[in-house]
């Protein structure tokens, strides 16, 4: 790989952090590195590979002479500048919703359609966090028995949305234990020692019922799959756990797939990890997967209800395979 121009926007996030960090993990060419972020950090250097550089404020020539950008500053900013980095010359990964189901920007996990990279434009869409660890176990399983059908429900961490709802849930988890009144001002409820079905918490629910996260999940799964014949229905549950999205999956198949043809199947598939052994408490956990690159994945079993249907538990670090991983993956297949 020749040494590439980058750029990370939003490079003071919770994402944005770890994209650096994964960069400089695998060893990621880079002949220089920008970091974009707003008017609140100037001012602020980052470290990387031991050096530390300086936080540039994000504007429309930002771009210019960068070959690739990882966006992870929201959805309002990379619709606003990606358009301008693209215009640039610079191909952008965005880890935003704003383009995932633009037909004309490929939305990527590298293990299920690495090829739909190909199509890009100037933008390739980095999926949904929930939708990628989905992906990555569903696709050898659809491979080998087509899967009509999906229901997932998910136990997502609080990272995921972002440093402010980390420090809230820090600030109540010691309001709660030393017996104080909790504040709530990311999250509509209290989210210590709670669950709530909402996501984002500051998104209104469509008009069927579902919130936006749900209908990602729905739509995402369909166009990285490439398959818009699979039915998808998910619940989305924010849980207070720092860092690891659990999701509890059950998947109808065309052919039937027993469970140990699946650990087999889930085995041998890339970026996939099995730890399925009930007897001796073992399974995915969200505080084993977190600092890890791979989707974990257990409590593989036939679904007693159905003839052809499995069920399973399937856990990654939402910030790495669930963001700045996947990210980085796509930016080497370029
Ligand atoms: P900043 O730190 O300057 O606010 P998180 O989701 O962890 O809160 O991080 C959001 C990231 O997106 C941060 O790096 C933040 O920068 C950046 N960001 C948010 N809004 C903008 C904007 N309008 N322009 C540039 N960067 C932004």
Request: glycine share 6%; net charge neutral; with cysteine.
């Amino acid at each position: 790989m020749s040494l590439k121009k980058v750029a990370v926007a939003g490079a003071t996030g919770v994402v944005g952090r770890q994209m650096l960090r994964v960069l400089e993990d695998r060893n990621f060419p880079v002949a220089s590195l920008k970091l974009l972020a707003s008017e609140r950090s100037k001012g602020k250097t980052l470290t990387f590979k031991g050096e530390e550089v300086a936080v540039e404020v994000l504007s429309e020539d930002s771009f210019k002479g960068v070959d690739i950008a990882l966006f992870s500053a929201g959805g309002g900013t990379s619709k606003k500048y990606a358009p301008f980095a693209a215009k640039d010359g610079c191909v952008v990964v965005d880890n935003s919703s704003a383009w995932r189901m633009d037909p004309e920007v490929p939305l990527v996990v590298p293990e299920v359609n690495p090829g739909d990279i190909a199509k890009h434009k100037g933008i390739i869409a980095n999926p949904n966090c929930s939708t990628i660890q989905l992906v990555v176990v569903l696709k050898p399983l659809h491979d080998a028995a087509t899967i009509k059908r999906i229901v997932v429900s998910t136990y997502q961490a609080v990272s995921g949305a972002g440093s402010a709802a980390l420090a809230e849930l820090d600030a109540q988890m010691r309001d709660c234990l030393e017996g104080r009144p909790v504040q709530c001002k990311i999250f509509p409820h209290q989210i210590a020692f709670n669950c709530i079905p909402q996501i984002p918490q500051s998104g209104a629910f469509e008009d069927n019922g579902y919130t936006n996260e749900e209908m990602k999940m729905v739509n995402e799964t369909k166009k990285i799959m490439g398959d818009n014949s699979i039915m998808v229905t998910a619940t989305t549950v924010r849980v207070p756990v720092h860092t690891g999205h659990s999701e509890c999956v059950n998947v109808e198949t065309l052919k039937k797939l027993t469970a140990d043809q699946a650990r087999e199947l889930l085995r041998k598939a890339p970026g996939v990890v099995v730890q399925d052994d009930p007897a001796n408490q073992l399974y995915p956990l969200a505080v084993n997967a977190q600092g890890k690159y791979d989707t974990f994945v257990g409590r593989i079993r036939e679904d007693l209800s159905h003839p052809s249907a499995l069920e399973m538990w399937v856990v990654a670090d939402n910030l790495l395979k669930g963001a700045a991983l996947n990210a980085v993956q796509i930016a080497e297949l370029l």
